[in-house]
Structure formats: structure tokens, C-alpha cells
């Protein structure tokens, strides 16, 4: 069941990002061929100026169909010099245009996250979390914190330049930042300290690691701000500008020597982590089961987003790099060229499937021996 749900979730982030070609298509007099709400056998169909709407028999994600997608595979099997430009073919409107209508998938992606982010800021939850008070492991686990003179009983107040109140405040800033220099600041029995540590990076997560526990005892309900409507979607806004940040920052930690196929999630574990999720938080509560499970969807959908975005052919940043390229040259990428560079991409997101895969299967393997 939980599996079910995770792949309707992941499905409707898939759908959203569909959503997004097909507005601009129809924006910009690209002829939609068929938009069809699942996958597989068509279910119901209706043709309405020239688009066949479709549902389809498995519930999952969605696909958007445009005149003269199939014109690019054309010209390299009859070896042509150019790409065929029919009048309302995605390859015969202007450069521009196609480049924003590559784009929209992923801008409907951030807008959904914005979306999770304001219904969030308007709903409001109750969660339970450590305070900033710390616990320091013992000799046997490498600590940083202890090196540099922090103490069991410590209260960490401050990063850097910023406050923490909670062990969630002290995770999210040591997490996105191994291998790195932080000032922290600490309150020991009403004395301010400051020391200076540099962080470890968890060689299986590739997260930032401090070499401490939170404090049990130490437990605290915290009651999330609410928002009223507009300063709700400021807030959503602001939230997805600083989650996406976060995520094109966490990129750079693949490239420091980790375990990429514990650090990149394939289908599988995304599909699971989105079950659990809406399974488990709906046991809290309700308002604390849609806020968890809003959250997680922001964090796939910009994700998928950013993915989207690299500038790699067969993905929509591909496809945005070849009409930037035709836009400052005056000259559309020769089809040859395109398909030898389009080969390399396929490469790259096999190997990435199958590390994604790989850490799938370790996933799945490691939780059936925790049971």
C-alpha cells in the first residue's frame, strides 16, 4: 500500500512537470498531439482542437505529445542537413520559444514546490524535537566538536552567522556543509564560547558531520509559524528559493569522494521514502501527515527540476542549450552534431539509473536485514 501511494505522489510531480510543455506548447502555437493524464493503454480519449485527450489504464505520471518531436529522429535517418521546420512543429517555431517551452516542465516543478510550501505555511503543525543542547560521543567515534574544546551539556546557539534553537536548526546547516570551516558559538552554564571546527563528510550520505548526539532529555513541542494567504505565498516562494539553493549546493557533494549510490536515490527509494512518508505522518496527525508529505513532494519536484535543467541532451536542459546555441549563432545545430552529442547524454543518464538503481537494491537490502 505504501508503495502504491509513493508512486501516485511521484506520479503527480511527473504529471505537474507534463503540465508545464503542455501550457507553453499551446502558448506558443506548438500543435499538441496528445496530452494524456497516466501511462500505457488508453482508457477514454477525446480529440478537441486537434489535441487527443487521454486517460490512460496505470495512474502513473503523464506525457505530453507535440508536433515534430519525432522530426529531429527524421533527419539523421534520412541524413539531412537540417532539422524539417513545419509551421507549428516544436522545431519550427523560433529558437526562443522552444527553449521556454523546454523550460516550463521544470518551472511548473519549482511552481508545485511553491505551491507545497504555501499550503504548509498556512496549515501549520506540531512536532517534536531535541533543543540545542549536545551530547558528546564517546572516544570510539571520531568527533570534531570534541577536538576543538565542545563539551557535553553544551547548548549550540549559534553557526556562524546563524541562530539555532533546536538539534533540526544544528542538522540543517552541518549537513550541507562537510569538509568546512564553522564558527560555533556555544552557551556553557550562562558563559558564551566560540570555537572554531571543520566538519567531516559521511562517506555513505556525503552529508556534513560534527561528531555529536542531540540530548534526549531535551525534548521540545514546537508549534510551526502560520501565515495568513498572501504573505503564505511570499513565504512558499522564499522557501523554494532556499530549498532549491540547498539542493544545487548538496550537488557539489557527489564530486567528494562518497558512496554515490547511498547519496543518489533511484525510483524505487523515491517511490518508498514518498509512501512512508504519507503513510506514517498521517498516524500523527492529519495537518502534520499533509505538511510532511507537502514537504517531501517540494524537495522531489525541485529536484526533478534541477535535474531537468542540466544542460544534457535528451533532458529539457538539452533541448534549452541547442536553441540558446541556434539564438547567438544565427544557425540551428546541425542534426549529426546533435546526435553524436545526444549519444554522450543517453551514457550519462544510463550510469546515473544504474547507480540510482545500485542504491536502490542496497536500500531495500539493508532494511529486509534490519527486520
Not at 17 to 36: Q, T
Not at 147 to 167: H, L, M, Q, S, V
Not at 272 to 286: I, R
Amino acid at each position: 500500500m505504501k508503495i502504491l501511494i509513493g508512486l501516485i505522489a511521484l506520479s503527480f510531480i511527473v504529471f505537474f512537470h507534463e503540465l508545464g510543455h503542455f501550457i507553453f506548447a499551446k502558448i506558443f502555437g506548438v500543435k499538441v498531439l496528445s496530452f494524456s493524464i497516466g501511462m500505457g493503454p488508453i482508457l477514454i480519449h477525446k480529440t478537441i482542437n486537434g489535441t487527443d485527450y487521454r486517460i490512460s489504464l496505470f495512474p502513473f505520471g503523464g506525457y505530453c505529445g507535440m508536433e515534430g518531436e519525432k522530426d529531429f529522429q527524421k533527419a539523421i535517418e534520412n541524413n539531412l542537413d537540417s532539422i524539417p521546420k513545419n509551421e507549428d512543429s516544436l522545431y519550427g517555431v523560433h529558437p526562443l520559444k522552444r527553449a521556454l517551452i523546454a523550460f516550463a516542465g521544470p518551472f511548473f516543478n519549482f511552481i508545485l514546490a511553491a505551491v507545497s510550501f504555501t499550503v504548509i505555511s498556512m496549515t501549520g503543525y506540531e512536532y517534536y524535537t531535541l533543543s540545542n543542547k549536545i551530547i558528546i560521543p564517546d572516544q570510539t567515534v571520531e568527533s570534531p566538536a570534541r577536538e576543538a574544546g565542545i563539551c557535553t551539556g553544551d547548548r549550540i546557539i549559534k553557526i556562524n552567522d546563524t541562530e539555532t534553537k533546536t538539534f533540526n536548526d544544528l542538522y540543517e546547516i552541518i549537513s550541507l556543509r562537510p569538509k568546512e570551516k564553522l564558527n560555533i558559538t556555544v552557551d556553557r552554564d550562562g558563559e558564551i564560547l566560540t570555537f572554531e571546527v571543520v566538519t567531516l563528510i559521511n562517506k555513505n550520505q556525503g552529508n556534513g558531520i560534527l561528531g555529536i548526539i542531540g540530548d534526549s532529555s531535551t525534548y521540545e513541542k514546537v508549534q510551526s509559524k502560520t501565515y495568513s494567504f498572501f504573505p503564505a505565498i511570499v513565504h512558499g516562494i522564499l522557501e523554494t528559493g532556499k530549498m532549491t539553493a540547498r539542493t544545487v549546493k548538496s550537488l557539489g557533494i557527489l564530486f567528494k569522494g562518497i558512496d554515490v549510490t547511498n547519496a543518489v536515490s533511484g525510483p524505487a527509494r523515491v517511490t518508498s521514502m514518498l509512501g512512508e512518508t504519507v503513510s506514517e505522518g498521517f498516524k500523527v496527525s492529519f495537518n502534520a501527515g499533509l505538511c510532511s508529505t507537502l514537504e517531501l513532494v517540494a524537495l522531489i519536484s525541485i529536484s526533478l527540476g534541477i535535474m531537468n535543467l542540466l544542460p544534457i541532451p535528451v533532458l529539457d536542459g538539452g533541448l534549452i542549450l541547442f536553441a540558446l546555441i541556434a539564438i547567438l549563432v544565427r544557425k540551428e545545430v546541425p542534426p549529426k552534431i546533435q546526435y553524436k552529442i545526444q549519444i554522450i547524454g543517453i551514457i550519462f543518464i544510463v550510469f546515473i539509473f544504474l547507480i540510482g538503481t545500485t542504491g536502490d537494491v542496497k536500500y531495500f537490502i539493508n532494511k529486509m536485514n534490519v527486520r
